[in-house]
């Protein structure tokens, strides 16, 4: 089993900037493929962004290309998700996960889950 636990949101102004992190326990996530999702409220949890187990392929949607950053230290066990130029429609309670498998974008593939942190975004 592994145990995921995210932190660093918080309210934030337009266009400012967050870090989140995401800290595994129970088990090493060094093979894992690790993923951010985020779900606003009345809306369905989507794909924020991916990494390979190497940290050397990340993927992203449109919507964040170019502002996010996904990264991972695995001898510290923790995933990172750097947020710049934030927006109000960033606004949602933000969730990391990891799966046992390749790249994906479909929450369904993700066999872990942490209990998420809120980020607000003011306009």
């Known amino acids: 089993q592994v145990q995921l636990v995210e932190s660093g949101g918080g309210l934030v102004q337009a266009g400012g900037s967050l870090r989140l992190s995401c800290t595994a326990s129970?088990?090493?996530?060094?093979?894992?493929?690790m993923g951010w999702f985020r779900q606003a409220p009345g809306k369905e949890r989507e794909f924020v962004a991916a990494?390979?187990?190497?940290?050397?392929?990340?993927y992203y949607p449109d919507s964040v290309q170019g502002r996010f950053t996904i990264s991972r230290d695995n001898a510290k066990n923790t995933l990172y998700l750097q947020m710049n130029s934030l927006k109000p429609e960033d606004t949602a309670v933000y969730y990391c996960?990891?799966?046992?498998?390749?790249?994906?974008?479909?929450?369904?593939?993700?066999?872990?889950w942490g209990q998420g942190t809120q980020v607000t975004v003011s306009s």
């Open positions: 996960a990891a799966r046992r498998g390749t790249y994906s974008q479909t929450n369904f593939d993700y066999d872990y």
């Open positions: 990494i390979n187990w190497t940290g050397t392929s990340t």
């Open positions: 129970g088990r090493a996530i060094t093979f894992y493929t």
